[in-house]
């Protein structure tokens, strides 16, 4: 499936677009706007439309996300369960600075690892992170 994953008229402050090449099942999608939980819905379709493709790794560029509340990121890791047990996996990529404050608040980074693009490393202990990081 190629294109926007948007499902309603209520979810534009999260777009959601298909990257991906000509990958039989891979699928990159940019998320760009709030990840929230009046957002996430649209993005868990859109998992469940990819999955329902016969596709089961997926990489979400989170590079133009601009908010990103706690709860989103438990989706996230609810997202990365469900792929593993779909024997797929997800990457998370390019993580902007909403993902990573989120992150921070959270203490999640070790459960939702970034890879390439501006990944997260997580501070170190005993130093705060800094307000850009």
Not at 4 to 19: F, G, P, V
Not at 33 to 48: E, H, I
Not at 76 to 83: C, E, K, P, Y
């Amino acid at each position: 499936m190629a294109g926007e994953y948007n499902t309603t008229d209520a979810q534009e402050r999260l777009t959601i677009q298909d990257a991906s090449t000509a990958s039989d099942r891979h699928v990159l999608l940019r998320l760009a706007g709030d990840l929230d939980y009046a957002t996430v819905p649209a993005l868990c379709d859109a998992v469940v439309d990819i999955l329902a493709d016969g596709k089961r790794h997926i990489t979400l560029d989170l590079s133009a996300i601009t908010w990103c509340d706690n709860a989103s990121l438990y989706t996230l890791l609810g997202i990365r369960s469900a792929l593993q047990h779909a024997d797929g996996r997800l990457t998370l990529i390019a993580a902007s600075p909403a993902i990573r404050r989120a992150l921070d608040r959270t203490g999640l980074y070790p459960r939702l690892p970034l890879t390439g693009g501006g990944g997260y490393l997580p501070p170190r202990p005993g130093r705060r992170p800094s307000g850009d990081a």
